[in-house]
Nanobody, 121 residues
């Protein structure tokens, strides 16, 4: 069974940075689009970033553009999300998903449990 395990969350002060990791088991990620979603209490989930399979084109939501960077290490089947200039509005549970295919426009088929990010002074 495919597993996605996120790590790297925690408590950080406003303006700080965190780097999240999403490691996959039993599945090679290089040909698949991988996204990062977040969900805050009382709010809907939003995909904040996604990286296409094969060509590694990246996409960002308006709320994180210029502050977050998604990347992948295919040798490790791991996708990263570098988050800079964090604000309290970034507080949420962050989880990664696998899209069905190499396009970020495709439906999601797997997701991890997530890692909590809390931005607070």
């Amino acid at each position: 069974q495919v597993q996605l395990v996120e790590s790297g969350g925690g408590l950080v002060q406003p303006g700080g940075s965190l780097s999240l990791s999403c490691a996959a088991s039993r599945l090679a990620l290089r040909h698949l689009a991988i996204g990062w979603f977040r969900q805050a209490p009382g709010k809907e989930s939003e995909e904040v970033s996604c990286i296409n399979g094969n060509i590694d084109t990246t996409h960002y939501g308006d709320s994180v553009k210029g502050r977050f960077t998604i990347s992948r290490d295919n040798a490790k089947d791991t996708v990263y999300l570098q988050m800079n200039s964090l604000t309290p509005e970034d507080t949420a549970n962050y989880y990664c998903v696998i899209h069905n295919g190499d396009s970020c426009a495709g439906p999601t088929i797997y997701r991890g449990q997530g890692t909590q990010v809390t931005v607070s002074s």
